[in-house]
């Protein structure tokens, strides 16, 4: 009787370690439920091409800055749909929730063209933040370190 009772505790602890379901990765940044999900579905916004989509997920006082200077909203939206972007890897997640806002820091690597420009070569390091307004979350700025694209 032992040995039954032992034998029905082990595979009821396996059962609730095991998941039912797949993770299911937000496929838009309104689906998204923390700071990697909001990334991960802004890239794959850019890299679809759905432009209104990224527009609305971008604040209107957005700010980007970069080792060649700072870019405004209007900049960086030019600046991402003249962007040719084949690929991309993202890694290295670090998210805080602070209230209403999420810092996040990744690694970014972009595979592609632009116009006149080769995205950087390597790991760029990202810090977003993004902030959670009635329309739904929108990245306020962003800071990069690391390569920059050659001319």
Request: charged share 25%; glycine share 8%; proline share 3%.
């Amino acid at each position: 009787m032992r040995e039954r009772s032992a034998a029905v505790f082990v595979l009821c602890a396996a059962l609730c370690a095991c998941t039912v379901w797949r993770d299911r990765p937000a496929k838009s940044v309104s689906d998204a439920t923390g700071g990697e999900g909001l990334v991960r579905a802004f890239w794959r916004e850019v890299k679809d091409k759905r432009w209104a989509d990224v527009e609305k997920h971008l604040a209107s006082n957005y700010v980007e800055v970069t080792a060649s200077g700072t870019r405004d909203r209007t900049a960086t939206l030019e600046y991402l749909e003249q962007l040719k972007l084949e690929d991309y890897s993202l890694g290295d997640f670090e998210t805080e929730l602070n209230g209403d806002t999420f810092v996040v820091t990744y690694t970014l690597i972009l595979r592609g063209r632009s116009t006149g420009q080769i995205p950087p070569e390597g790991a760029q390091r990202i810090l977003t933040v993004w902030q959670q307004q009635k329309g739904g979350w929108v990245e306020i700025a962003q800071s990069k370190a690391g390569p920059e694209g050659k001319q």
